[in-house]
């Protein structure tokens, strides 16, 4: 990256920072999309603390997501996940990086839409099922037919995830510049 290019960079988060006067910024999205790592670095860009709903509800329950699906069932780790949500959206200056289902929920969407500016980070089928192959740590595409499933869950959620403010494409580059073009394009929306 050349010097000018970080200066520009560095002037958009500070300038974004100053529009979005404390407001929580929270990424929705398929599993595999990016929102904890690609939310990692908007928050560090932003100055802003990070937040992955996924780990605070895996530090509230002292369990793993996989261990609570098992043992407590999808409907109470929905609960606990809106729970989670609607404490931490009262926090200021945050980037809340939420599980792929939690926005599909109608009542955690709500809470989202009242109290937050939402970003929809999309991607592909092919990149989504190639980045989530990499672990095996989401219950829901512990199936016989994964690739299967993960299609069956875009055609079912990704009209409710075009209901986010915005939709970044989370593009194969280094997750820095998702992060930049998440900025971007936030920047694009509060000029409207
Ligand atoms: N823009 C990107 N380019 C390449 N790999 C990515 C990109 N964004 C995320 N990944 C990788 O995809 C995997 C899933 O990312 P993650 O942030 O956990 O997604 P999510 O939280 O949306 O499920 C991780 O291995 C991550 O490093
Ligand atoms: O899409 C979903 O319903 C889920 C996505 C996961 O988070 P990521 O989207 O961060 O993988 C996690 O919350 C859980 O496995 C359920
Ligand atoms: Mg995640």
Same mark, same amino acid.
Not at 50 to 62: H, L, N, V
Not at 116 to 132: I, P, T, Y
């Given at each position: 990256?050349?010097?000018?290019?970080?200066?520009?960079?560095? !002037?958009?988060? @500070? %300038?974004?920072?100053? &529009?979005?006067?404390? /407001?929580? $910024?929270?990424?929705?999205?398929?599993?595999? +999309?990016?929102?904890?790592?690609?939310?990692?670095?908007?928050?560090?860009?932003?100055?802003?603390?990070?937040?992955?709903?996924?780990?605070?509800?895996?530090?509230?329950?002292?369990?793993?997501?996989?261990?609570?699906?098992?043992?407590?069932?999808? !409907?109470?780790? @929905? %609960?606990?996940?809106? &729970?989670?949500?609607? /404490?931490? $959206?009262?926090?200021?200056?945050?980037?809340? +990086?939420?599980?792929?289902?939690?926005?599909?929920?109608?009542?955690?969407?709500?809470?989202?839409?009242?109290?937050?500016?939402?970003?929809?980070?999309?991607?592909?089928?092919?990149?989504?099922?190639?980045?989530?192959?990499?672990?095996?740590?989401?219950?829901?595409?512990?199936?016989?037919?994964? &690739?299967?499933?993960?299609?069956? $869950?875009?055609?079912?959620?990704?009209?409710?995830?075009?209901?986010?403010?915005?939709?970044?494409?989370?593009?194969?580059?280094?997750?820095?510049?998702?992060?930049?073009?998440?900025?971007?394009?936030?920047?694009?929306?509060?000029?409207?």
């Amino acid at each position: 990256m050349s010097k000018t290019d970080g200066g520009s960079r560095q !002037g958009r988060a @500070r %300038a974004l920072a100053g &529009r979005l006067n404390g /407001r929580p $910024l929270v990424l929705v999205g398929m599993m595999g +999309a990016g929102k904890t790592t690609v939310g990692r670095r908007l928050a560090a860009r932003l100055g802003r603390q990070f937040i992955d709903s996924d780990e605070e509800i895996e530090r509230a329950a002292q369990m793993s997501i996989p261990e609570i699906f098992e043992q407590r069932g999808e !409907g109470e780790f @929905r %609960a606990g996940e809106m &729970r989670v949500i609607s /404490r931490l $959206l009262k926090e200021k200056d945050i980037v809340l +990086a939420t599980g792929g289902g939690a926005f599909v929920n109608p009542e955690t969407r709500a809470l989202v839409k009242a109290g937050a500016l939402s970003v929809w980070l999309k991607a592909d089928l092919d990149v989504l099922f190639e980045r989530v192959s990499r672990r095996s740590n989401r219950p829901l595409l512990k199936t016989a037919d994964p &690739r299967g499933t993960l299609e069956k $869950l875009i055609a079912d959620r990704y009209p409710i995830y075009a209901e986010a403010d915005i939709t970044v494409m989370s593009r194969d580059v280094p997750q820095d510049n998702v992060a930049a073009d998440v900025i971007t394009a936030l920047l694009d929306h509060l000029k409207n």
